[in-house]
C-alpha cells in the first residue's frame, strides 16, 4: 500500500508563483488534492483555479509521451514514434545541413511563456541558443512587455532592472491597461491580488484603473477612467504637464543622478489636458486632480501592464510611467515603484556595459532592427516567406504556440508549413507544432523540482523558493534541461555532460566575485555532481546577494537551506537601490535620451489622428480559466459557456445592428473571424473586445478537449503584423482598427 503525502512546490503557470501543495500518492502516480500553501510566507496559501492545471496536464491523454517525428505533408501527413537518441540526431543532422547549405541565420528560433517557469529552460536556455549558431531570435516578449525590457534598458542601463510596484506599502495605486484581478498580476508577481487591493482600499489608499473595459479591477476599484485604446501617452504626458505647470516636481534624491528633467518639461508643453482630452476621451479637470492626487499621495505607484505595451507608442508610455514616478519622488522608495534584489543575483549593480544600441543585426524581409537581441515576433512568418537566400528555412519553437499568440497566425500557420525544417519542444499536437517535422516533449513540471528564477526578479517582496519533484520522471520522458543539452551537444560536438560543466563554471566564475577567497574549481566542487540545472542553482544563490558563499562556515542561503525551508524564504520587503544599481561608475538616468525624444513625432502625429473621429478599435481581454492559449484542453477549465465573445458597446450594437448572443464578423486589414457577440456598457463605445489565445481549428492537432469545448476564434487572425510600436518592434494587439458586422 502506498502512502499519498503532501508535496510542496510552485505553481508554474503564471507569475504569482503561488506555492502549492500537493497531496499525491507517488506510487500511483495520482495527484489526489491541490491546495494553497498556507505556510508560505509569500503566497499565503493563495492559488486559483489554474492551480489544477498541474494535474490535468499530467493526466492528459492528449499529451505527448515521447518523440514523435512527422512522415509526409499536408493531408497524408502521420506521426511516427521514434527513439530519444534518434530524435537528438535527426533534430541536429537536419539543422546542421540547412546551415551548411545556406549559413546559421537559415535557422530561427521562438521561445514562448512557459519557458520563464521552467528551471532547465532559465538555467541552460543560453548554452541551447548558443548551439543554435543564429541570432535570429523571436519570442513572445515582443508580444508582452518589450517596450518596458527597452525602457529600462536605455534608462538603467539593463533590460532586467524592472520597476515594480510595492503594492503593499503604497497609498495610491494608478493602474494603466492591467487586469490584476483575473491576470494575478504580472511585473508584480503578489499571489493573492483581491487580498491586496482589499488592504490597500483598507488602510486607506485608493486604487484608480485606466482602461477602456470596466474591468474586474475596475470593479473593485476607487476610480475607472475610460481611456480610448492606445491613448496613454498622451494621457501620462498631460500628467506630466501638470505636473511641470503647478510646480509639483519633486524627484528628491533622483536629482543627483537623472539627466534631462528640463527637456522632458519642454516635451510636456504641448500636452496639456485640453490638448489630449479628445484623443484620450479624459476631460482636463480629471486629468488635472489625477495628477495633483498622485503627487500629493505619500506613497505611490504608477503601474501599467499589456495595455501600455502591446499598444501603438508602448515605449513612450513604458517610460512615461517611469517619469511620473521619477518626478514625484514614487521611484525607488518604500510605496512606490522599486526593484526587487532576487537571490540568483540577476540584478545586482554590474560592472560597466555596451552603451544603448539597435539594429546589430536586422531582419531580411522589412529590415527589422534587431532590439535587445531579438527580431519582432510578428514577422516570424516575412522572414520564412522572404524570397532569395537569405531566407529562414529552419525553425525552432520552445513552449510556444505562436500561431494563436502572435500577428497575423494564419498567414504564419501557411508559412510554416513551408519550412525546410522545424522542431518544437512542447508538450502537445497543436496549432503551430503541427507543422514540425520533430516535436520533442518534456517531462511535467510534476516531474521536476520548481525553483522561482524569473518571478524573484519581478516580486512585490524578495523571496527565494525551491520546488519538490512530486513523481518520478515518467519513463520514456526526459526533463527540458536534457534535451536541450542532448541537442546542443550534437550542434557543438560535444557531450551534454561538457555542455553542463561549462555553465557551471560560467556561474562559478561569476558566484566567487563575491567570495575572492574561494576559486572557481572549489565553488563547481561545493555543489556536488547531481546533473541538472539544481546545482548550477546552488551555485547562484551561494554566490548570489544572500549567499552562503563557498566557505563551510559560511551563513546565508543555499540549496539546502531551501530544501529544509519547505516553502519560500522571505527575504524580506523590497529596498531603494539607486544609485547603485545603475550600471558602471558615475552613471546617470538618461530621462530624455534621444532614442526616446525621437519617437515624440510619431506621437504628436497620433495625437492629430486620434482627435480625428472615431474610428472601431479592438483591444484583448485575460480570462480566469484561460492561460494564453494551453489550458483549454482539460474539461475542468474548458466547461461552461463559450468564452470566446467580442464584447460590443450598447450604442455600437445598436448602430452596428449586432445582438446579444448573434454572431459578427470582424475584420481587420489582414483577417477575418467570426465571433459570439456580448452587449455590455463595461467595453467603452468604439471599442470592442475579443480575448486571444482560442482558434483550434483542430486540423491535424491533438487537443480534443479544446477543439470541442473552447474552440473560439483566433484574435491573431486580426492582429496586423505591420503595426508596430516602432522603437521597439512591439506589436499593437490593442487598439488596432477593426470593422463589425453581423453575419
Ligand atoms: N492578441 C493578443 N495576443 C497575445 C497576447 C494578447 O494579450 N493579445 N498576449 C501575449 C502574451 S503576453 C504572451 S506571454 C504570449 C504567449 O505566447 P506563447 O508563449 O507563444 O503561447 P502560449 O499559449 O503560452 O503557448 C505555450 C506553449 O507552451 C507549451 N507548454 C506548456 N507548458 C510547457 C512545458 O512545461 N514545456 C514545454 N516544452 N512546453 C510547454 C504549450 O503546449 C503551448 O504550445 O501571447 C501573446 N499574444
Ligand atoms: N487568467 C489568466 N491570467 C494570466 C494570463 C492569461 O492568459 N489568463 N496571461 C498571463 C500573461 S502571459 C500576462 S503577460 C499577464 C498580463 O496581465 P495584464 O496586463 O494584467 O492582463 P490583461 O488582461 O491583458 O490586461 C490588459 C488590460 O489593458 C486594457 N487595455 C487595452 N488597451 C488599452 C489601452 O490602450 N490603454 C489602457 N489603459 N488599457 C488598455 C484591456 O482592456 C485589459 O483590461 O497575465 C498573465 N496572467
Ligand atoms: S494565480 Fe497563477 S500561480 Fe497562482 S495558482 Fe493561479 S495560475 Fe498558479
Ligand atoms: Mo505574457
Known amino acids: 500500500m502506498s502512502e499519498p503525502r503532501w508535496f510542496q512546490r510552485s505553481c508554474p503557470i503564471c507569475e504569482a508563483s503561488c506555492s502549492l501543495k500537493i497531496l499525491a500518492d507517488r506510487e500511483q502516480r495520482e495527484v489526489l488534492r491541490i491546495e494553497g500553501n498556507a505556510d508560505d510566507p509569500i503566497s499565503r496559501g493563495h492559488l486559483c483555479p489554474k492551480a489544477y492545471a498541474l494535474k490535468w496536464v499530467y493526466e492528459d491523454p492528449d499529451r505527448l509521451r515521447g518523440p514523435i517525428r512527422r512522415v509526409g505533408r499536408g493531408a497524408d501527413a502521420r506521426w511516427e514514434a521514434i527513439e530519444w537518441s534518434e530524435a537528438f540526431d535527426y533534430a541536429a543532422e537536419r539543422i546542421q545541413a540547412v546551415q551548411a547549405e545556406h549559413g546559421p541565420q537559415a535557422l530561427g528560433a521562438y521561445i514562448g511563456n512557459p519557458s520563464g517557469f521552467e528551471v532547465g529552460a532559465s538555467v541552460f536556455g543560453g548554452v541551447f541558443s548558443a548551439a543554435l549558431k543564429t541570432t535570429r531570435f523571436f519570442s513572445a516578449a515582443t508580444m508582452d512587455h518589450f517596450p518596458k525590457l527597452v525602457t529600462s534598458r536605455i534608462l538603467y542601463g539593463r533590460a532586467n532592472i524592472l520597476p515594480i510596484p510595492d503594492i503593499d506599502r503604497c497609498d495610491y495605486f ?135 505595451c502591446t499598444v501603438e507608442f508602448g515605449m513612450l508610455t513604458s517610460w512615461l510611467i517611469d517619469v511620473l514616478g521619477i518626478l514625484t519622488g514614487h521611484f ?77 497566425g494564419p498567414r504564419l500557420d501557411r508559412a510554416l508549413a513551408s519550412l525546410d525544417f522545424m522542431l518544437s519542444i512542447d508538450l502537445y499536437l497543436n496549432e503551430t507544432t503541427r507543422h514540425a517535422d520533430l516535436i520533442l516533449p518534456t517531462l511535467t513540471q510534476l516531474e521536476v523540482e520548481s525553483f522561482d528564477a524569473l518571478t524573484s526578479t519581478t516580486s512585490v517582496r524578495n523571496f527565494a523558493r525551491l520546488g519538490e519533484r512530486v513523481f518520478d520522471p515518467e519513463p520514456g520522458l526526459l526533463s527540458h534541461a536534457q534535451v536541450v543539452l542532448e541537442i546542443a551537444a550534437r550542434l557543438q560536438g560535444t557531450t551534454a555532460e561538457a555542455l553542463e560543466q561549462q555553465v557551471l563554471y560560467q556561474e562559478a566564475t561569476r558566484a566567487v566575485k563575491r567570495h575572492p577567497e574561494t576559486s572557481t574549481e572549489q565553488a563547481v566542487a561545493s555543489v556536488g555532481d547531481e546533473p541538472g540545472p539544481l546545482r548550477v542553482v546552488d551555485l547562484m544563490l551561494r554566490g548570489g546577494p544572500y549567499g552562503r558563499g ?194
Open 174 to 308: 494608478l493602474c494603466l491597461g492591467g487586469n490584476p484581478m483575473v491576470s494575478q498580476g504580472s511585473l508584480m508577481s503578489a499571489p493573492d491580488m483581491r487580498g491586496r487591493l482589499r488592504a490597500l482600499r483598507e488602510r486607506g489608499g485608493k486604487l484608480v484603473v485606466v482602461d477602456p473595459r470596466r474591468t474586474e479591477t475596475a470593479d473593485v476599484s476607487d476610480e475607472h477612467l475610460f481611456i480610448k485604446p492606445g491613448a496613454d501617452a498622451l494621457w501620462l504626458f498631460a500628467l506630466v504637464h501638470v505636473l511641470f505647470a503647478e510646480g509639483l516636481v519633486a524627484p528628491g534624491r533622483f536629482l543627483d543622478f537623472t539627466d534631462g528633467i528640463d527637456e522632458v518639461a519642454q516635451a510636456a508643453e504641448e500636452f496639456s489636458p485640453e490638448a489630449v482630452a479628445a484623443a484620450t476621451g479624459i476631460a482636463p479637470d480629471v486629468t488635472r486632480r489625477i495628477a495633483r492626487e498622485f503627487s500629493a499621495a505619500e506613497r505611490a505607484c504608477c503601474y501599467g501592464r499589456i495595455g501600455t
Open 332 to 408: 525607488d522608495t518604500p510605496g512606490g515603484m522599486m526593484f526587487p534584489r532576487p537571490p540568483l543575483g540577476q540584478v545586482e549593480p554590474g560592472a560597466g556595459g555596451r552603451p544603448f544600441q539597435v539594429g546589430r543585426w536586422k531582419s531580411v524581409a522589412k529590415g527589422h532592427p534587431e532590439i535587445n537581441g531579438q527580431l519582432p515576433c510578428a514577422a516570424i512568418a516575412e522572414e520564412i516567406d522572404a524570397g532569395g537566400d537569405e531566407r529562414m528555412r529552419a525553425f525552432v519553437t520552445i513552449a510556444g504556440n505562436p500561431v494563436l499568440s502572435t500577428p497575423n
Open 550 to 743: 563557498f566557505a563551510d562556515t559560511g551563513e546565508g542561503l543555499d540549496l539546502a537551506h531551501l530544501q529544509e525551508a519547505g516553502c519560500a524564504v522571505d527575504l524580506g520587503p523590497l529596498e531603494p537601490r539607486f544609485p547603485e544599481l545603475l550600471r558602471g561608475e558615475g552613471q546617470r538616468i538618461p530621462l530624455a535620451h534621444p532614442y526616446l525624444m525621437g519617437d515624440l513625432p510619431r506621437l504628436r502625429a497620433g495625437l492629430a489622428q486620434r482627435s480625428e473621429p472615431d474610428q472601431l478599435v479592438l483591444v484583448g481581454r485575460r480570462q480566469a480559466r484561460n492561460m494564453n492559449s494551453w489550458l483549454h484542453n482539460f474539461e475542468g477549465l474548458a466547461r461552461g459557456r463559450n468564452r470566446c465573445t467580442l464584447l460590443v458597446h450598447p450604442d455600437d450594437a445598436t448602430r452596428l445592428e449586432l445582438r446579444d448572443g448573434g454572431q459578427a464578423r470582424i475584420t481587420s486589414r489582414v483577417g477575418e473571424v467570426v465571433a459570439e457577440v456580448e452587449v455590455t456598457d463595461t467595453i467603452l463605445s468604439g471599442v470592442v473586445s475579443l480575448p486571444h489565445g482560442f482558434g483550434h481549428d483542430g486540423a491535424g492537432t491533438k487537443t480534443g478537449v479544446a477543439t470541442t469545448r473552447q474552440p473560439g476564434a483566433n484574435a491573431n487572425a486580426l492582429t496586423d503584423d505591420e503595426l508596430f510600436d516602432t522603437p521597439t518592434g512591439t506589436s499593437v494587439a490593442n487598439g488596432f482598427p477593426v470593422q463589425v458586422s453581423a453575419v
